[in-house]
């Protein structure tokens, strides 16, 4: 995914597949990042103040709403809404806002 203008931050929605997840510290608080994959592009997902969110690991499919910045260079999103699919087992999706 290419963010053209970097002064524009539009609100985006975008499904795709967690292959990565980090635990990183940002201005001092834990932040969770996840690697979310869309097919052709990938999109870093930023919750500030989580060391963890039950349902978010590699290979879970996402939903994910909000918008889209650039840190580092990579298409980011920071706190995004989130929406996991359903499971194999049919368990029904979760969603939150953060």
Known sequence: MVV???AERPRVRIAGTVQVIRHDRIGGMPALEAE??????RIDLVWLGRASIPGIE??????????LGVRRGRATMFNPRYELSTSADGQPALSAAC
Do not use: I, Q
């Open 4 to 6: 053209e203008n970097k």
């Open 58 to 67: 590699p290979g879970s499919r996402v939903v994910a709403e909000g918008r």
């Open 36 to 41: 979310l994959y869309d097919g052709p592009g």
